[in-house]
């Protein structure tokens, strides 16, 4: 497709996504990014029409958790790249977009062989060796804002956690931080569809130069092995070039744009939550309830989707149809109401949090899970144990994606205290 004809493509998307928004559709409320809209009542909204909801679009919207986690665990459906959704193609020229062309859009058997490559690295066991690390990372980050009275928490703190942990993962050095923050953003955004053709320009860009970057990258771990995840990549795995771009750069994308919002989603429940935010800092044994909680109310990953892989792909007895896209609601079967009682509460003692479905479920179950619950749990504990008067100093400006949630921007006061003098 030349990008003439797919200019004309993106304008005639919106004409008709407008169009079927005028109409009330359930499919095009979900698919236009806007930072304004509070997506959870619209879920009430599709919840209150049926569990399995058509849209106009073609698509199927599912936000029973019943239905959901048997969608997701179900061999028949499988996962495929934005092209076979119905997506125009955005002529990538050969570039890897690793949340295109990684196992993450890879159905068994090539996802298992891939993800089989990299999942030591993730286990219970690694992240245990791992926490210390994390620990001392938040701490530095947080020395380094004493004596500021205010500060963008999103910027200064739950982007550079987690971009730290996982660069270190990687052995990607510091100094090139800021241009993974860059990247992921364009990357993150591009998962709701391009709405312009500077954004397609946008996202060439960033792939052009992720590209680059992970190819060195590779070149250096294969003149200088060591034990990173390139580096464990190229030892353990018969992997293509291709392939070590596209795991690569999932890792990097997939392990931080969630997390950041994991925090900053925290921050904003947590602020309105006072008495819970008491019991995090006092109560490390409570921690863990408190991030399913979060993890559960407002998910940094929204929905997925699935497409029929035979012919024979039900849900609840139904036949779906070969091509018929299925959107699982995820963040709206967190708030079924018949596994969770008082879905829209945040209760920090709800016995059953840790069923939320924030992460998949099935195959494509997060490999980063472990790592992204040991983050936020450090992240926001250490956070609120340092500024205990942390609030909101101004507006909160959230990411423009519908898929993705949390805050972009999140301005902080803190009245800062001296370090208490040694007796
Ligand atoms: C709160 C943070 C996180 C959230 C909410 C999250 C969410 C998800 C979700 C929903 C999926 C599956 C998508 C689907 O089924 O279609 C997924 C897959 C994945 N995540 Fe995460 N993630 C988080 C953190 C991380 C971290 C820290 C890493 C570390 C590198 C990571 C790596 C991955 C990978 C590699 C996959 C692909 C798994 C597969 O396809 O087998 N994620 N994540």
Not at 11 to 23: N, S
Not at 72 to 88: I, S, T, Y
Not at 92 to 112: W, Y
Not at 116 to 135: G, K
Request: net charge neutral.
């Amino acid at each position: 497709m030349s990008d003439r004809q797919l200019a004309t493509s993106i304008a005639v998307g919106k004409v008709v996504l407008g169009w079927f928004r005028l109409l009330d559709d359930p499919g095009a409320m979900l698919i236009r990014p806007s930072q304004a809209i509070d997506p959870y009542p619209h879920y009430e909204r599709i919840r209150a029409r049926g569990k399995v909801v058509p849209s106009k679009l073609g698509m199927l919207l599912v936000s029973d958790h019943e239905l959901c986690s048997a969608v997701l665990r179900d061999p028949a459906f499988g996962v495929a790249p934005n092209k076979e959704m119905g997506q125009p193609d955005l002529g990538m020229d050969g570039l890897v977009n690793p949340l295109e062309d990684s196992f993450i859009f890879r159905n068994p058997p090539e996802h298992s062989r891939l993800r089989r490559v990299v999942s030591p690295l993730f286990t219970p066991r690694a992240m245990h060796e791992r926490q210390a690390r994390i620990e001392a990372v938040v701490e530095d980050f947080l020395d380094q804002l004493a004596g500021r009275d205010e500060f963008d928490l999103v910027g200064e703190f739950a982007a550079r956690v987690p971009i730290k942990i996982i660069c270190d993962l990687l052995g990607v050095p510091d100094a090139e931080h800021r241009r993974m923050i860059d990247w992921g953003t364009t990357l993150a955004a591009s998962i709701d569809g391009m709405g312009s053709m500077a954004q397609v320009r946008e996202l060439r860009a960033t792939l052009r130069e992720l590209n680059d970057f992970l190819s060195a990258r590779i070149a250096l771990r294969r003149a200088e092995p060591n034990d990173d995840v390139i580096g464990h990549m190229l030892a353990e795995g018969d992997l293509t070039e291709f392939e070590l771009l596209a795991t690569s750069g999932l890792l990097l994308a997939a392990g931080f744009e969630t997390t950041v919002n994991l925090i900053g989603n925290g921050v904003l429940a947590l602020l309105s939550n006072p008495s819970v935010r008491q019991r995090l800092v006092d109560d490390p044994a409570a921690a863990d309830n408190i991030v399913e909680e979060i993890l559960r109310l407002d998910p940094p990953i929204q929905y997925t989707a699935r497409l029929p892989l035979s012919d024979d792909a039900r849900i609840a007895g139904r036949v779906v149809p070969k091509g018929r896209a299925v959107v699982l609601l995820t963040a709206a079967a967190n708030r079924d109401p018949s596994v969770f009682p008082d879905p829209h509460r945040f209760d920090p003692d709800r016995h059953n949090a840790r069923d939320h479905l924030t992460f998949s479920s099935g195959v494509h179950y997060c490999l980063g899970a472990g790592l992204a619950r040991m983050e936020g749990a450090i992240a926001l504990r250490a956070l609120f144990r340092r500024f205990p008067d942390l609030r909101l100093g101004g507006t909160v400006q959230r990411r423009a994606s519908r898929a993705v949630r949390g805050p972009l921007r999140l301005p902080v006061r803190v009245t800062s205290r001296q370090p208490a003098a040694i007796a």
